[in-house]
């Protein structure tokens, strides 16, 4: 098994460009999520499905789209990006749902983007 | 990335010694507890959780104590080796994705 895959692994975008992270996991798993991780800080969510065909919103999703329309695909998009969106991007998955019980979340190798 | 292990508190250890990396949570109502290995460059690595209705588990070469009553979180790995060189990271959750909380991290450099 690949685990879970992202591309690209850097990319640099102007101001108002827009763009897709590609996030892919091959371990059959319902739950994905993106999450940012900015230095400093914790990772913060951005958005997460519990299945394909749902999403919802996470702590930051402003200026982000996700879809699900499989369940091993989970692509996020970058509407028209800021420099305040200069962050790493992971993706994860997970057999789970992470609620009051045990789970395991496998996160990709991330996207380091830089936005100018 | 490099640039997320800057500004990071770090512990220095010499190879062969134990480990200590603490952490904070702020919510008393979190149940469930990670902690995660972030190698540079790389993505999150699970390492071993615990329930908030025990104080203590034990995997191989770790040990994470949980502390309700001051709301604290420890990691302890054994016989520190080099390739233990990384950040080293909480989650506290509380009940669904949008009640999970990540910490900042600890930087811990194995000396050889």
């Known amino acids: 098994n690949a685990g879970v895959t992202q591309t690209p692994k850097f990319q640099v975008l102007k101001t108002g460009q827009s763009m897709t992270l590609q996030c892919a996991q091959d371990m059959n798993h319902e739950y994905m999520s993106w999450y940012r991780q900015d230095p400093g800080m914790g990772l913060r969510l951005i958005h997460y499905?519990?299945?394909?065909?749902?999403?919802d919103q996470g702590e930051v999703p402003n200026g982000y789209n996700v879809s699900r329309s499989t369940t091993e695909d989970f692509p996020l998009r970058l509407l028209s990006a800021a420099p305040s969106q200069t962050s790493v991007y992971f993706c994860?998955?997970?057999?789970?749902?992470?609620?009051?019980?045990?789970?395991?979340?496998?996160f990709g190798p991330g996207t380091r983007l830089t936005v100018t | 990335g490099e640039s997320v292990g800057l500004h990071l508190p770090t512990l220095s250890v010499q190879e062969g010694d134990n480990s200590i990396i603490n952490c904070a949570y702020s919510?008393?109502?979190?149940?469930?507890f990670i902690w995660y290995k972030q190698e540079s460059g790389k993505g999150p690595q699970f390492i071993i959780d615990?329930?908030?209705?025990?104080d203590k588990r034990q995997g191989q070469r770790v040990t994470v104590l949980l502390n309700k009553t001051v709301k604290h979180l420890s990691l302890q790995i054994a016989a520190t080796q080099p390739g233990d060189s990384a950040v080293y990271f909480c989650a506290e959750n509380s009940g669904g994705y949008q009640k999970v909380t990540f910490g900042t991290g600890t930087k811990l450099q194995v000396i050889p």
């Open positions: 615990i329930r908030s209705n025990m």
């Open positions: 919510n008393s109502a979190s149940d469930y």
């Open positions: 499905s519990v299945g394909a065909g749902i999403t």
């Open positions: 994860a998955s997970s057999p789970e749902y992470p609620g009051t019980g045990a789970y395991e979340q496998y």
